[in-house]
């Protein structure tokens, strides 16, 4: 998204408010609107939590959400992008977007977000931002409260132990397996958010010296020529042999379902148990990460800065944060999303909720899930999504 948007963002001088309001202020404006909010749209489990988020807050504050569906975040930034070129600084269509990394960066860069705002959210107290970092940095870029955290993610592997008793535990592990076992390996084709998550994590094991990922892209070919290298003797081992990919984290659930393949990847740590629990995986799958560690970051949501319904968008974000929605959130039946909270700052009732939550066999414990390893700059997603695609999007 990142060509097209920068070459259609107008760099005006616009810079969005703050909240100059009370939050009961906010919350009586916010009765009788209705709240676009721009999400992806691609699993059953979390398009069910939005349709319960939406709610719940019509039922408390009036608030009546719409989910626009995505297939990709940019579409929801390119509307804002043309509504500002155009010259529509208010009663803008879109008011809230599920967004981070690249979309986020380029937002904040470009004056295109309300706030800062999220900090006088009330349930933001709450939220964890001295050991869960990323909830403030948003790949590498400061979030300044702009946007507001609504869950964690970190990189996991699914194995299907009926078939995987040890399951690799590295990068080059996983290629060595691959070549031991053709066919039984996909993951989703890039630019597809879990396919370019793939690349990342790969690369991040692969690199020369990954703290170059940290900043803006830079010496782009001698960084990622191990990537290509190694894809280049993977494909050829996966699944269809790398000839036809995957399109998205749901169809790669679905192969290991139906035993296609034996190993697969998720964002969520708790994915495998919610949809064992739900009979969309075998109940033998289970979870697993690698030695060094698996990327993880925090998923936010953020306001356009001409949202038509900036109250109502207010109120929705910060139930999300809600000890409440968080809770019901990081169930593995509902959606299995870990929380962005500090669950010991609860009050006790709310951390009970938390505590009496089954997880299922087949999530790892924080503890289990190790090493977080930090997001690359979102300058590197667009050289890596273009590099992919010149070289493997025919299937050769």
């Known amino acids: 998204m990142s060509v097209l948007i920068a070459t259609m963002i107008l760099m005006m001088g616009f810079a969005s408010p703050g909240l100059a309001q009370s939050w009961d202020d906010v919350i009586t404006k916010a009765k009788g609107q209705t709240v676009f909010w721009n999400a992806w749209g691609g699993d059953e489990r979390i398009n069910a939590y939005i349709a319960w988020a939406g709610d719940q807050v019509v039922e408390r504050y009036g608030v009546t959400v719409k989910h626009v569906r995505l297939s990709d975040t940019s579409d929801a930034v390119s509307r804002v992008v043309a509504e500002k070129a155009a010259g529509r600084l208010s009663g803008g269509s879109v008011d809230l977007i599920w967004i981070n990394g690249e979309n986020f960066a380029s937002m904040k860069r470009n004056n295109l977000l309300f706030g800062p705002w999220t900090a006088q959210g009330p349930n933001y107290r709450f939220v964890d931002t001295v050991n869960k970092k990323t909830t403030t940095v948003d790949f590498t870029v400061p979030v300044d409260n702009l946007e507001a955290p609504w869950g964690m993610a970190q990189v996991v592997f699914m194995h ?186 609860l009050p006790a009732d709310a951390k009970a909720a938390f505590d009496a939550l089954d997880l299922g066999a087949a999530t790892l414990s924080p503890a289990e899930l190790g090493v977080t390893q930090l997001e690359p700059h979102p300058t590197w997603v667009e050289s890596l999504e273009a590099e992919w695609v010149k070289r493997y999007a025919s299937g050769k």
Do not use: C
Request: charged share 15%; no cysteine; glycine share 6%.
């Open 160 to 345: 299907d132990t009926a078939h995987v008793s040890a399951p690799p535990k590295s990068i080059t592990a996983l290629l060595e397996w691959a070549k031991a076992n053709p066919g039984r390996f996909a993951y989703p084709q890039p630019p597809n958010f879990h396919g370019t998550t793939f690349l990342k994590q790969a690369l991040v094991e692969l690199a020369p010296d990954a703290t170059a990922l940290l900043s803006p892209a830079a010496n782009v070919s001698g960084v990622t020529a191990p990537l290509w290298a190694y894809l280049d003797q993977l494909h050829p081992v996966m699944w269809r042999r790398g000839e036809v990919f995957p399109q998205n984290g749901p169809a790669v659930m679905r192969l290991l379902d139906d035993g296609e393949v034996s190993i697969a990847l998720s964002f969520q740590p708790a994915e495998a148990s919610g949809l064992i629990a739900s009979g969309k995986l075998p109940e033998t799958v289970r979870t697993f990460v690698l030695e060094k560690g698996t990327i993880g970051n925090t998923n936010f949501v953020a306001i356009p800065f001409n949202a038509k319904a900036k109250e109502g968008a207010m109120v929705l974000a910060d139930f999300l944060m809600s000890p409440e929605a968080q809770a019901h959130k990081q169930d593995p039946n509902i959606w299995g999303s870990f929380t962005v909270l500090d669950v010991n700052r």
